[in-house]
């Protein structure tokens, strides 16, 4: 399983290698082509192209930390720090969004502020449109076993819908004169990056405050193991992931008598470890074996 996760985790620099190289380069050229176009939607797509790269950079470091093995000062490992970067990147598309949104309304109220040049518009952002799909390749799949790269991945889908709307944009303008379509656009993409930030902070705040993970029933797994032959109760269960991918387990499960008497206590916790690893995908499970009755001896914190 660890070689399992190495190769993932290699494979995850790997592509967010390759992703930050496309971002900053396109970031490059829309930014100058907000400079000469004069277009706020593309100067929004150029600003959450910056969270995308600084994102990207931490998502990078922080998968390279999480490589890391444990040690005993860090028992479970740097496998954390991924969610770390999440929440960097979380943060980030807020902030972006915001500036994006202050700065359109400002050209609503100032339309004479607002000038923009059509043709370079389109043609950055078609630019930016290939670049974006390009990367949305490369992440694919990693985005389901990181929550790091989902935030990576968010970023970037976010960005290329950012590129349609600019788009758009220098059509209705090219083609109508209609100068605000620019600032609509600017709106549009900062409405976009606001759900994606939230459902990413969300799934952080998830982690971090050691929650069940969002598919795991703590009342099925429960009833599961009470299924097992010599398990008279279960109790003390908490469930929490370490990162994304990587949940953990421990319970305390009271057990027949006879299964001490016989010496059956490592089959027993075979047949535990097989039914949540076969049945929950939980790998790391801790079960602590105690006779029956034995939770009356132990405090309400361990209910």
Known sequence: MAHDHAEHAGGNRRRLGVAL????????????????????????DAGHMTSDAIGLVVALVASSIAARPATDRHTF?????????????????????????????????????????AVPLLIIAAIGLIANIV????????????????????????????????????????TTG???????????IAGLIIPRAVVLLRDVVRVLT?????????????????????????HDVHVWTI???APVFTAHVEVDSSVFERG?????????G???????????STFQLEPAGHAEHEGDSHR
């Not at 380069?25 to 939607?41: F, N, T």
């Not at 979380?90 to 000038?115: D, M, N, W």
């Not at 009342?219 to 109760?233: C, K, Q």
């Open 178 to 188: 209609f100068a605000l379509a620019d600032a609509i656009a600017s709106l549009a």
């Open 210 to 234: 050691e929650s069940a993970p969002r598919d795991t029933s703590v009342a099925e797994i429960r009833a599961h193991l009470l299924e097992t032959e010599g398990v008279t109760a279960v």
């Open 21 to 44: 190289a496309i971002v900053a380069v396109v970031l490059v050229v829309e930014l100058l082509g907000a400079w000469i176009s004069g277009s706020l939607a593309l100067l929004a």
């Open 274 to 284: 097989g039914c949540l690893a076969g049945h929950f995908d939980v790998e790391h």
């Open 77 to 117: 490992g740097f496998q954390r720090v991924e969610v770390l970067g999440a929440l960097v990147n979380g943060v980030l598309l807020a902030v972006v969004a915001a500036t994006v949104a202050i700065e359109a309304i400002r050209r609503f109220v100032s339309p004479e502020s607002g000038h923009v040049q």
């Open 243 to 245: 990162t994304s991918g």
């Open 135 to 174: 990367a949305l390749f490369v992440l694919r799949g990693g985005d389901r076993a990181s929550l790091n790269l989902r935030g990576a991945y968010l970023e970037v889908m976010g960005d290329l819908l950012g590129s349609i709307a600019a788009l758009v944009a220098g059509v209705v303008i090219l």
């Open 264 to 272: 059956e206590t490592d089959a027993l916790l075979d047949r535990l």
